[in-house]
């Protein structure tokens, strides 16, 4: 392969838009294929390439672009239910993927998908943005250092607008995204994994659609996805983890705040002030030491995205995996687990008890 990295985009909505942008700051990254079966998607995906867009062909399949010839690696950026779907001729011809979360909707497609991946000799990435938000990364990084000590308890709160409008209004309804857990937790669910560094064995969620989209109607349908939500995640090591999440709040200061407290202090991190926090235990009564880094962010990046320039950085290390230059960082396999994570929180929720991963195979 040379140095440049041809891609193929499947998908033409606002995430697909968000990876065309990056790919643009991409060192190495040009865009020769989209595809997408909605005409006007693929013109508004064109219209972000700008005069980038001179040359690059529009399937209306993943079968057709996968057929090409034209492309290196693909990033998947279809409705969630559409993954299996769209994911299959792209690994029978071997091509590297970058995978929008999460993995899939059901716990036998994301099963699917990781086990065809684990046999394809091309990497597999499953997007999962956040990690690689410079704050994050370098709250991430202090953790692995020792800074608070053992951990213990893990808080992760995102209080934020509602879902978005999709095409054909497709996100409104559970069987198509998996459900909120599912859809817009996943990445939480994967931060947890990866900070704790153990497995889950056990979620409750205590969760409900309150607020938002109780007075649509798609077809004489209402819709049933969750818009505010507590859940707790046991995890083998002993660590406990909690994630808040409010999609009526998008007043807050900050829409990210993750906190992890260990024996010897507490750090924090804050999106998108920026801020990573750091508290050390002192004595009682004793004068609090705390201290207060904003972490700088790639301007470019900012702008080229709406998950705090992460996107753009998540880029820089997916093309050094596809040539060969990198590992894999977030395997099929990292995308399986949060979703069935989501799945645990979406079982939890509707039937109101702790739902141990062991009845979904984990």
């Known amino acids: 392969m040379t140095d440049l ?3 193929g985009v499947v998908g033409s909505g606002l995430m697909a838009n968000e990876h065309l942008r990056n790919l643009a700051l991409t060192p190495g990254a040009v865009v020769t294929a989209l595809a997408d079966p909605v005409d006007a998607s693929l013109a508004a995906a064109k219209a972000t390439l700008g005069e980038a867009a001179d040359g690059v062909k529009t399937f209306g399949s993943s079968a057709e672009l996968a057929a090409s010839g034209l492309v290196d690696a693909v990033i998947v950026a279809s409705p969630n239910f559409t993954h299996r779907r769209v994911l299959e001729p792209l690994f029978d011809q071997g091509l590297a993927i970058l ?14 998908v990781a086990a065809r991946a684990a046999r394809s000799p091309a990497p597999f990435w499953t997007a999962m943005e956040y990690r690689y938000a410079p704050p994050v990364a370098a709250f991430i990084s202090q953790l692995r250092e ?4 053992t951990l213990r308890m893990l808080s992760i709160r995102e209080h934020r607008f509602p879902f978005l409008r999709k095409i054909g209004d497709w996100n409104r309804f ?9 859809e817009k937790c996943c990445h939480f669910f994967d931060l947890m994994r990866l900070i704790v560094g153990a497995e889950p064995v056990r979620v409750y969620c205590s969760g409900a659609m309150d607020v938002n989209h109780r007075d649509e109607r798609y077809d004489g349908r209402t819709p049933d996805i969750i818009d505010n939500s507590y859940t707790t995640v046991d995890f083998a090591n002993g660590v406990r983890a909690m994630l808040d999440l409010c999609m009526f709040a998008e007043g807050a200061a900050n829409q990210e705040e993750i906190a992890a407290v260990g024996d010897a202090a507490r750090l924090e991190v804050f999106i998108p002030e920026a801020a990573v926090v750091f508290s050390p235990r002192v004595g009682l009564f004793s004068p609090k030491r705390v201290e207060r880094q904003i972490v700088e962010t790639d301007a470019a990046a900012l702008k080229a995205g709406s998950h705090h320039g992460s996107t753009y950085y998540q880029h820089r290390r997916f ?14 396999a990292d995308g399986l687990a949060a979703v069935a994570m989501g799945l645990a929180a979406e079982m939890s929720a509707a039937e109101k008890r702790a739902v141990e991963m062991t009845e979904l195979g984990f």
């Open 319 to 332: 093309i050094a995996a596809v040539r060969g230059e990198g590992p894999v960082e977030v395997t099929a």
């Open 99 to 112: 995978c929008e979360k999460p993995l899939a909707t059901t716990l036998e497609d994301a099963s699917w």
């Open 146 to 149: 020792g800074r608070v000590g």
């Open 5 to 7: 990295v041809r891609y």
């Open 174 to 182: 559970s069987e198509n995204t998996g459900g909120t857990m599912v």
